[in-house]
């Protein structure tokens, strides 16, 4: 089973921050936070990871709480093209298997 | 594009038949993992393969079987299939190399049993 809690879905306005929340109170010390998002009919594409530290990269920024039992998932200027529904994973390092959960169906709308 | 290219796009097949599906890697990935998605859910892990060894497996019965060659390109294959196993299965490949490497998918097999 997937160890987060995400909303079911979520609405942004086109040009506004969308900040997708993301849960994970049983996360362990060596476990990382990833975020992967679907757009339609389409293979799910890597956004950004984490430790314990913000990161930042072209696509998106992850903050993650001091305590690590939850984080936010922020793209800074949402366009049409940023509709997909967006996973959060936690997992112990690269080349272990993904758990994906339902994810968050964000629509940006005009 | 990701570099990971799966085939064929679609396929059609009948209950109690036999089904091969190709995934390759991208360059310099010694790691693939496949996935099944069925319609309305999140990608379900099913196995995954390093350097042609299979390390670690889903939920999944023994007649979802696997190969990786040594070029690192893989097969899905799944026996006697089920109406059930209707959906998209994707590949992804990754480094599998140290901390925070990220997979990387193809657009996925849609496969439809009748």
């Known amino acids: 089973d997937a160890k987060t809690t995400q909303p079911t879905s979520m609405d942004c306005a086109e040009g506004r921050a969308a900040n997708l929340p993301c849960n994970h109170s049983?996360?362990?010390?060596?476990?990382?936070v990833y975020w992967y998002r679907q757009i339609h009919s389409q293979g799910p594409q890597y956004i950004i990871h984490g430790l314990k530290n913000n990161e930042t990269n072209e696509m998106a920024s992850l903050i993650i709480t001091e305590d690590r039992k939850s984080s936010t998932l922020i793209l800074p200027h949402a366009t049409l093209r940023d509709t997909a529904v967006y996973y959060c994973i936690v997992r112990f390092q690269a080349g272990t298997a993904l758990i994906f959960g339902k994810g968050t169906t964000l629509s940006v709308s005009s | 594009e990701t570099g990971v290219t799966q085939s064929p796009t679609h396929l059609i097949k009948t209950r109690g038949q036999q089904v091969t599906l190709r995934c390759s890697s991208q360059s310099g990935h010694n790691t693939v993992s496949w996935y099944q998605q069925a319609l309305g859910q999140g990608p379900q892990f099913i196995f995954q393969y390093y350097r042609e060894e299979e390390n670690g497996r889903g939920n999944f019965p023994p007649r979802f079987s696997g190969l990786q060659f040594p070029n690192y390109s893989s097969e899905l294959n799944v026996n006697a299939l089920e109406l059930d196993d209707s959906a998209l299965y994707l590949c992804a490949s990754s480094s599998g190399a140290g901390k925070g490497g990220e997979a990387f998918f193809g657009q996925g097999t849609r496969l439809t049993v009748v």
């Open positions: 049983t996360i362990s010390g060596n476990e990382y």
